[in-house]
Nanobody
Framework: QVQLVESGGGLVQAGGSLRLSCAASGRTFSSYDMGWIRQAPGKEREFVAAISWSGTSTYYADSVKGRFTISRDNAKNTVYLQMNSLKAGDTAVYYC???????????????WGQGTQVTVSS
């Protein structure tokens, strides 16, 4: 069993930066690929970024490539999402998830966090 708790969301102006953190409990954290998935109001959930269990491979949605960076620290059971050059279109609830990367996206999600709100004002 893995429990995921996100933090770091908030309100930021366009062009600004935020760093999201996801703290995991459970001894099996390092065996999962991890990722971030967001959901904007009235829209479906959208893949943002993922990282392999070892941290050696990362994957990004085209909409965030070059602006967002995902990383993990298995010793701290934590995954991060550094978000730079934020745009109004990045406004969403961001969910941390544990699962398996397939075809460059996080799939077969087994565990979800509760979500953290990111609001970018234009």
């Amino acid at each position: 069993q893995v429990q995921l708790v996100e933090s770091g969301g908030g309100l930021v102006q366009a062009g600004g930066s935020l760093r999201l953190s996801c703290a995991a409990s459970g001894r099996t954290f390092s065996s999962y690929d991890m990722g971030w998935i967001r959901q904007a109001p009235g829209k479906e959930r959208e893949f943002v970024a993922a990282i392999s269990w070892s941290g050696t491979s990362t994957y990004y949605a085209d909409s965030v490539k070059g602006r967002f960076t995902i990383s993990r620290d298995n010793a701290k059971n934590t995954v991060y999402l550094q978000m730079n050059s934020l745009k109004a279109g990045d406004t969403a609830v961001y969910y941390c998830a544990a699962g398996t990367v397939l075809a460059g996206s996080l799939s077969l999600v087994k565990y979800w966090g509760q979500g953290t709100q990111v609001t970018v004002s234009s």
